[in-house]
């Protein structure tokens, strides 16, 4: 794959395709009301939770390779610096598996609407944006620790940045989103009015869910660049043989040695 810096910049237009283009049709369809749902409201029926679900499915695999990539790419930069190997090494596999329930959460919300399955479609948009809050506070730590080697002071700062603003606006959804829920007098959640109980709530929320999910889009998107500089060779193939005892042992052939897997980080 030479052309890695591709995957953030696909993760950052299918996501955000899929909110607005969900929203829309949604819309459209009058499913919602157009102020401001949340995000998974708009994708509550069909068939807008159809296309909904598909595009999450195929964003989360995206995302996870891009999370996967970025966990290389510390890791072979660490190998060549002492200094990065000690200071990110730990957070980076840690930040890793972050990354990953992160994403898990994500395809949880898309796969799981709320009037079908909601403590699971609950619990996965507090995977998604609690760990990916989180996930993003590790990866502006170590984006100070990789200079000079790759990357920018200044990338490093709007990273830093963008984790703040995720973490206020994550808390703001969590308080407001509860509240409103408690006070909601209406018969739809997905049709709220300012005559239904906790408008102001409601409407407080869903806008900082909506910059959450933006900023979560536009932090993937920082690091185009720094995949512009490194590329992962393929994979080996590995023939089995069996002998004569059953015993099956993996044999790798020199051409196949040669072309080991690595990650090249210029």
Avoid at 97 to 103: A, E, L, P, T
Avoid at 118 to 140: D, K, S
Wanted: glycine residues 6%; contains cysteine.
């Amino acid at each position: 794959m030479s052309k890695l810096y591709l995957l953030p910049i696909a993760v950052f237009l299918l996501f955000n395709f899929t909110f607005i283009g969900t929203y829309i049709a949604a819309v459209l369809q009058g499913h919602v009301v157009p102020t401001v749902p949340y995000i998974s409201d708009a994708a509550t029926y069909s068939p807008e939770s159809c296309v909904f679900g598909q595009l999450i499915s195929i964003g989360c695999v995206l995302l996870g390779i891009t999370i996967y990539v970025r966990y290389r790419q510390i890791l072979e930069i660490g190998l060549r610096h002492a200094d990065v190997q000690r200071m990110a090494e730990r957070i980076n596999i840690r930040s890793f598996w972050v990354g990953m329930g992160s994403c898990l959460g994500v395809s949880m919300v898309g796969n799981f609407q709320e009037t079908n399955v909601r403590p699971v479609h609950y619990a996965g948009a507090f995977l998604a944006f609690g760990l990916g809050t989180v996930y993003y506070w590790m990866q502006a730590y170590i984006s100070y620790y990789l200079q000079p080697y790759i990357g920018s002071m200044l990338k490093a700062h709007v990273r830093l940045a963008i984790a703040v603003l995720c973490t206020i606006f994550f808390i703001i959804v969590a308080v407001t989103g509860i509240i409103s829920h408690i006070l909601f007098n209406g018969t739809d959640p997905r049709k709220w009015y300012p005559s239904d109980g906790g408008w102001e709530y409601h409407v407080a929320s869903s806008i900082s869910e909506w910059i959450v999910a933006t900023a979560f889009c536009f932090y993937i998107l920082t690091f185009t660049d720094e995949f512009r500089a490194m590329q992962i060779d393929h994979p080996p193939l590995l023939f089995i043989e069996v002998d004569e005892s059953r015993n099956y042992e993996p044999v790798i052939e020199d051409s196949a040695a040669e072309d080991s897997p690595s990650a090249t980080v210029s």
